[in-house]
Nanobody, 124 residues
Framework: QVQLVQSGGGLVQAGGSLRLSCAASGRTFSPYAMGWFRQAPGKEREFVVVTQWSGGTTYYADSVKGRFTFSRDNAKDTVYLQMNSLKPEDTAVYFC?????????????????WGQGTQVTVSS
């Protein structure tokens, strides 16, 4: 069993930056796919960035491309989401997710393991 524990997030003004972290524990962390998703009030959970863990392509949602960056620290079994030039429409609860099944799905339903979620609020 794997646990994903998130940190970071908070309140920031538009144009500002935040970094989210997601630390894995409980088993050797080598998922097939990893990603960050977000969910705004009244909306479905949507993908922000997904990647194939073993050196595959990283895919960003068009809405965050050029502003958000996925990175990882293998020694710490931790992934990060650096968010720059934040906009009010980025306000949401952000989740990290992982799955060991083959494939890099864009849908939240394709991920079995989730972090607890962290609130990001961007004020205008």
């Amino acid at each position: 069993q794997v646990q994903l524990v998130q940190s970071g997030g908070g309140l920031v003004q538009a144009g500002g930056s935040l970094r989210l972290s997601c630390a894995a524990s409980g088993r050797t962390f080598s998922p097939y796919a990893m990603g960050w998703f977000r969910q705004a009030p009244g909306k479905e959970r949507e993908f922000v960035v997904v990647t194939q863990w073993s050196g595959g392509t990283t895919y960003y949602a068009d809405s965050v491309k050029g502003r958000f960056t996925f990175s990882r620290d293998n020694a710490k079994d931790t992934v990060y989401l650096q968010m720059n030039s934040l906009k009010p429409e980025d306000t949401a609860v952000y989740f990290c997710a992982a799955d060991w099944r083959r494939g890099v799905p864009y849908s939240a339903s394709g991920y079995a393991y989730w972090g607890q979620g962290t609130q990001v609020t961007v004020s205008s």
